[in-house]
């Protein structure tokens, strides 16, 4: 059974950055399409990043493009999630979850989705 583990939340301040990592086990990441999803308290989970098994295929939410970065690791099985600019609304749990064949939007909207991750909590403040 494969498996995700995030990693890397934390507390930022404004305007700081953070680096999630989601690591894959039972499996070799580049079989998956991953996608990183959050979840803010009263909120509905949103996609915030996916990409497909090969790395050619990538879509970012509207409010994060520019900010953050999708990308995979092979020598670490890992798909990292780079944020750069972090605002208050981007606090969140954050959560990687995994689907195959499928269409990085379809992923993104939470479509096909086999297993999910634990998830990492995101706390942007001053």
């Known amino acids: 059974q494969l498996q995700l583990v995030e990693s890397g939340g934390g507390l930022v301040q404004p305007g700081g950055s953070l680096r999630l990592s989601c690591v894959v086990s039972g499996g070799r990441e580049d079989y998956y399409d991953i996608g990183w999803f959050r979840q803010a308290p009263g909120k509905e989970r949103e996609g915030v990043a996916c990409i497909n098994y090969s790395g050619r295929f990538i879509k970012y939410a509207d409010s994060v493009k520019g900010r953050f970065t999708i990308s995979r690791d092979s020598s670490k099985n890992a798909i990292n999630l780079q944020m750069n600019s972090l605002e208050d609304e981007d606090t969140a749990v954050y959560y990687c979850?995994?689907?195959?064949?499928?269409?990085?939007?379809?992923?993104?909207?939470?479509?096909?989705?086999?297993?999910w991750g634990q998830g990492t909590q995101v706390t942007v403040s001053s």
């Open positions: 979850a995994d689907s195959r064949g499928t269409l990085v939007e379809t992923l993104c909207a939470g479509m096909d989705i086999d297993y």
